[in-house]
């Protein structure tokens, strides 16, 4: 195709025949144009294409994209379901294990008469019964042979004050007899003892009598007084001296203060003679 017949296609006429008279004047920047707007069409028209082309894909990565989640979804449930079996076969193992070794140490086990064994358990109560009644007679027994009958003349201070005395008594000759060798005395005094215990109250009351003069300091004042009354004291006034009195012994006592040894001495005294 010559020049004449290009430019003839560009204005619309048809090579070898005769074309149409224009006046328009076809130059370089015309063509230019022309092919710049072919190029720009075509250019769009692939655009299009691979916009289109991109959509597709686009779909079609995202019905894969869910495709793989929904297969990741069954894979996890799968794995789950496994593990629970697993689990399940597990225990299954370990109760089969145990019903065996059940049956083994059933098989091991000697043949026992159930009638014997009752038996056996029966007899072995019947002996524990008769060692408590046993221990229980012993101890009525030695306690009704070492109980002293109390004097019907002889008051008591507090409730028990002549038991306690005789108890304290008993356990201070224990000590004496096991100190000199006698032995035979100090486990009679220990037995007897064991069956009557101490209540402690002649104990308490020593304590009290020190802890209210040591309170008390140089000389017995109201509040000491009153104190030692309830113990089971009575005090006698008199021009010189305070008198505590209990069942019947009395003892002077400073009305003016003294030193705190000479009080302390005195509490001595007192629960040496009366306690």
Sequence with gaps: MNSNDYFASLLGDKPGKTPSRRTTVVTPST?????QEQAEDA????RAELAAAQEVLKEELEAQREACESLARDLALLREEHSALLSRAESAEAACAAVRAELEEE???PHVDEGLIAESEAKDREIDRLKELLVEAQRTSLSSSVLLEKPAALGEKFTGEIREHVLDTLASAAEAAEAGGRD???????AVL???PASGELGRRR?????IIKDASSF???QAIAELEKLGFRYISGKNHHKLEWAGIRFPMSKTPSDHRSCLNSAAEIINRVL
């Design 107 to 109: 098989r091991a086990k």
């Design 207 to 211: 304590d009290a009598v020190r802890q």
């Design 220 to 222: 017995l004042d109201d």
């Design 31 to 35: 063509i230019a144009k022309v092919r």
């Design 43 to 46: 250019f769009a028209a692939e």
């Design 184 to 190: 035979r005395r100090a486990r009679i005094l220990e």
């Design 194 to 196: 064991c069956a009557n």
